[in-house]
């Protein structure tokens, strides 16, 4: 069964630092997402991407943070300097048509220390 | 802007008992209505949708959940839980917002099953 996958797995990194999540959508999927879960509280969407551009964000998805689809399979989220606040729980997800069912991957655990 | 919300973050029940988890949405014309189950380390799996027609959707696992528009509740239910069925259960609701449509999620409910 085709499925979403994810890494890392878990990346710890340094507040300031750089980081790029990755994801690989399922291959006919056309609607891309990232959402994040902070540990304790509500799964909270950061993103939707179609058609090579955004197509909705979140107020959380501030100028720190980017989507790129950089060729035919990768849908990445880089966070350009990671705060504290930054640690959570990141998934990526994909859709065929943009409504109805998400397709979620296993998540990126990402700590910043 | 839709939201939900998962009125019990924990519910420990017993092998073989009856459990209810609830969510309510807020109101709009016409939504479309999920839950989603995580088992540990693992990521969110779709159980049940509502998308239209009958308003009881149910699962491959036995569970079932009734859209009640005018409570606007979508409650999920399960008459006989197993030990397997340990894990946390999202609501979502569809929110569109121009062309473009995302879910929002409630907090989740962590469903407990014991011997």
């Known amino acids: 069964e085709p499925e979403v996958t994810q890494t890392p797995s878990h990346q710890v990194t340094q507040m300031g630092q750089e980081v790029i999540l990755r994801c690989v959508p399922i291959?006919?999927?056309?609607?891309f997402y990232w959402y994040r879960q902070i540990l304790g509280q509500k799964v909270e969407f950061l993103v939707s991407?179609?058609?090579?551009?955004?197509?909705?964000k979140s107020e959380i998805f501030d100028d720190q943070f980017s989507v790129e689809r950089p060729d035919g399979s990768n849908f990445t989220l880089k966070i350009r300097s990671t705060k504290l606040e930054d640690s959570a729980m990141y998934f990526c997800?994909?859709?065929?048509?943009?409504?109805?069912?998400?397709?979620f991957g296993e998540g990126s655990r990402l700590t910043v220390l | 802007a839709q939201s939900v919300t998962q009125l019990d973050s924990q519910v420990p029940v017993f092998e073989e008992a009856p459990v209810e988890l609830r969510c309510n949405y807020s109101?709009?014309?016409?939504?479309?209505l999920f839950w989603y189950v995580q088992y540990p380390n693992q990521g969110l799996q779709l159980l049940l949708k509502?998308?239209?027609?009958?308003?009881l959707v149910e699962s491959i696992n036995g569970f079932e959940a009734e859209f009640n528009k005018s409570q606007t509740s979508f409650h999920l239910r399960k008459p006989s839980v197993h030990i397997s069925d340990t894990a946390e259960y999202f609501c979502?609701?569809?929110?569109?917002?121009?062309?473009?449509?995302?879910?929002?999620f409630g907090k989740g409910t962590k469903l407990t099953v014991n011997p």
């Open positions: 109101s709009s014309v016409s939504v479309y």
């Open positions: 997800a994909s859709s065929v048509a943009g409504f109805g069912e998400l397709f």
């Open positions: 991407f179609y058609n090579n551009e955004i197509s909705e």
């Open positions: 509502y998308l239209s027609g009958s308003t």
């Open positions: 979502a609701v569809s929110d569109r917002k121009g062309g473009s449509e995302k879910l929002v």
């Open positions: 291959s006919n999927h056309l609607y």
